[in-house]
């Protein structure tokens, strides 16, 4: 995959470039990162970045001609290094965006490039975002200070469905959200801590019983912390004997 990144901070990087899981798949090439300052595409003495809104407020804007020029910049050099021709889109990381979930993470990883705008100060200028921006993606209903971390942990999301990026491809597909439904509890060594044990199936080397068992706990971890999940969902048959049976379980424990 290939990434423009258009910054006005672009050593903050370093933190998916050189490090854990993103950091390998830059190192094997799986992810091309390139940077783009605005303040390099400047041309006063001062190298302005910023600028005030016009009517008055509180509050600057990111300066629009170096903007546009980094947003093109970014465009061409990604564009060329695709090999199925089809054109860089350009995405503004930012709080009115459509919230990022992880069937978009999973579709979003697809593509082969595309061009990531870190706003920062109070944004940009609507022209730009109208004649410039494809798409906006947003963390959440929350204001966070730059576009770069929303960057980052979009970049770092998408690793997870490069093929090759992970030691075992498997384990995407099993995190939280990827089939709708929460992860299952996990338990490693020791067997036993202060009295309390890994639940026995675990060790009974019973593939099918394994199954069974994480399926209706992960069912069960959705129905008690996000049953807002489960209400978009159409659950198959087996699904629902298990939520009913955690149901059950739950009830008698709590009784
Ligand atoms: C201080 S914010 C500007 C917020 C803007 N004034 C507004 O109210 O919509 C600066 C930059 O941080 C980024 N940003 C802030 N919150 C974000 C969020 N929830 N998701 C993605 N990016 C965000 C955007 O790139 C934005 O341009």
Known sequence: MQLGIVTLFPEMFAAVTDHGISGRAVRLGLMNLELFNPRDYTTDKHRTVDDKPFGGGPGMLMKTEPLIASITA??????QKQTIGEKARVIYLSPQGQTLKQGSIIDLAKRESMVL??????????????NEIDEEWSLGDFIISGGELAAMILIDAMTRFQPGALGDEGSALEDSFSNGLLHSP???????????DVPKVLLSGDHEAIRKWRLKQSLGATWLKRPDLLESMSLEIEQEELLEQFKQDHGRFKA
Request: aromatic residues 6%; contains cysteine; proline residues 3%.
């Open 74 to 79: 970014a465009r061409e050099a990604v564009s």
């Open 117 to 130: 705008l870190c706003g920062r100060y109070q944004g940009i200028d609507n022209r730009v975002l109208e």
């Open 186 to 196: 996990e338990y490693t060594r020791p067997q036993s801590i202060d009295g309390s």
